[in-house]
């Protein structure tokens, strides 16, 4: 199989999934007799390429899902329900993706599980994967995923979730994508470009919903530069602007707009407000960094997190002087992950260099993504030079 043969597999994994779970199938099952199709598909598509992929993969999954049936005594009344297989040809168009992934964020569901269930099924993550971004083992995700498939079951397609949870899942998608190793980014957007659409401005949580799209494309907007041509990472000051999709930031602003005129202030909004600064901002030095902290404190409000509180430590050190950075990051958890790296860089800014370095290296140990570790193993590397 081909890389693009892998990304359409996994585009059309949550439509066949869908298309099951409307057409009668419980969750858990349907989503096994997909993953077994895309095993087959795997098999096949190299020597016999499909005239209409998604259609073969729900004809291969409805008679996975039948076989599965027919042999479980225990579900002969299913079986009665589904036992006049649908003709083969072209699926359905209709996309169902946005419906699983209310399915996935129903309120039996702890939050932890419906976002390790959506990553899963619908966004198209491997169990390894997700384990890596909660920081657990892989076994324990793979029963928490087995215990939620478990839970929504029975549940019918059309029965709501949680929409805060839902813009959870789609925010922690899209970071997947934005940095991890499967492109998710774009489907984020459309998904949540979609949800925005569904639900509408009246909602209580439309301006929350508008304001993680735009905050989706004012940092989709800096991709095209956050990287060097060797892959490593390019830190924000040093990004070249001119690289920056200048209409999705145009947009992104618009969306943010109208959305905080609606006086409905949440946390995305804040988090797209900062971005806003940033995107606004001619060059690096001229980034507006009190309207940012004072941003960082509404976020402080609004969340009470020791991420930002984190982010914001290093946003006084930009406004205020790195000593001032440094006062705000002694009150946050130093368990946290970037916090070292956070420390080297206010001491960096203050003038230590032998302190900075020996943090950039640690915080270099104790990175998880390869390209984190690389550049902050050259942030260590280059000051030990300047000693």
């Known amino acids: 199989m081909t890389s693009v043969d892998e990304v359409l597999l996994r585009s059309l994994t949550p439509r066949v999934l869908g298309i099951l779970v409307r057409r009668g199938a419980d969750f858990a099952a349907a989503e096994d007799a997909v993953q077994d199709a895309l095993i087959d598909a795997l098999r096949v598509w190299p020597v ?103 839970t929504v079951a029975a549940v019918r397609l059309d029965q709501p979730g949680d929409v805060a949870t839902v813009l959870r899942v789609l925010y922690l998608v899209f970071n997947e994508g934005y940095s991890g190793e499967v492109d998710l980014a774009d489907e984020a957007i ?87 600064l940033h995107a606004d901002a001619p060059t690096a030095a001229e980034t507006d960094w009190v309207q940012i902290v004072e941003w960082y404190d509404e976020l402080v409000r609004l969340t009470d997190s020791p991420v930002v509180r984190l982010n914001r430590a290093v946003a006084v050190g930009e406004a205020d002087g790195p000593r001032a950075g440094l006062a705000a990051l002694a009150t946050v958890d130093d368990s946290l992950p970037r916090h070292t790296a956070a420390a080297a860089y206010l001491h960096e800014r203050d003038g230590d260099l032998a302190t900075a370095a020996r943090l950039y290296a640690e915080a270099a140990r104790q990175a998880t993504n390869l390209a984190e570790r690389d550049h902050l193993t050259r942030q260590a590397a280059r000051l030990n030079t300047l000693r």
């Open 48 to 150: 016999e390429p499909p005239r209409d992929p998604q259609g073969w993969l729900v004809t291969t999954a409805w008679r996975r899902f039948l076989d599965a049936t027919r042999a479980d005594a225990a579900r002969r009344r299913r079986e009665d329900r589904v036992d006049e297989e649908p003709e083969p040809g072209t699926a359905s168009g209709a996309d169902d993706t946005l419906q699983l992934y209310f399915l996935c964020a129903h309120p039996s569901l702890t939050p932890s599980s419906a976002v390790a269930l959506t990553l899963r099924a619908v966004g198209g993550l491997t169990t390894r994967q997700i384990a890596q971004a909660y920081l657990v083992p892989e076994p324990t995700m793979a029963q928490r995923i087995s215990r939620a498939k478990r």
């Open 190 to 276: 459309r998904l949540t470009r979609q949800l925005a659409a569904a639900i509408g401005t009246d909602h209580e949580l439309g301006s929350e919903t508008a304001g993680l799209l735009a905050l989706m494309l004012l940092h989709h907007a800096r991709r095209a530069a956050r990287t060097a041509a060797d892959g490593s990472l390019v830190p924000l000051a040093e990004q070249d602007r001119s690289r920056w999709d200048t209409a999705a930031i145009a947009e992104g602003v618009e969306i943010l707009q109208a959305a905080l005129a609606r006086d409905r202030l949440g946390e995305f909004q804040a988090q797209a407000a900062i971005a806003a």
